[in-house]
């Protein structure tokens, strides 16, 4: 059977820095815009909750899709080795 490495994919630390600047920036706008938003009370908390609330769902989204990548990374890596198992296994020229 042959030996195959997994190659990890890893962000590099100024993807990562601007992943999270970004974030930051994006946010911080967002919440100024309401902080300086000429409406009452209640529609500016509205709006922060409705931020709140579209943050959290895209952290769980972006969540659900790697765990499903990773799934399926996995699922194929096993038919893989099934795979060269059978082979490795497989001799041509035995009688049937």
């Given at each position: 059977?042959?030996?195959?490495?997994?190659?990890?994919?890893?962000?590099?630390?100024?993807?990562?820095?601007?992943?999270?600047?970004?974030?930051?920036?994006?946010?911080?706008?967002?919440?100024?815009?309401?902080?300086?938003?000429?409406?009452?009370?209640?529609?500016?908390?509205?709006?922060?909750?409705?931020?709140?609330?579209?943050?959290?769902?895209?952290?769980?989204?972006?969540?659900?899709?790697?765990?499903?990548?990773?799934a399926g990374q996995l699922i194929?890596?096993?038919?893989?080795?099934?795979?060269?198992k059978i082979i490795a296994e497989?001799?041509?020229?035995?009688?049937?």
């Open positions: 059977m042959s030996e195959t490495t997994t190659v990890k994919q890893q962000s590099t630390a100024a993807f990562y820095g601007q992943a999270v600047a970004s974030f930051g920036v994006a946010s911080g706008a967002v919440a100024l815009g309401i902080y300086f938003l000429d409406a009452n009370a209640w529609v500016r908390g509205f709006l922060a909750i409705g931020v709140l609330y579209l943050v959290t769902s895209c952290f769980t989204l972006a969540k659900v899709i790697r765990d499903r990548q990773e194929s890596r096993v038919d893989q080795a099934r795979l060269e497989h001799d041509p020229f035995q009688k049937l």
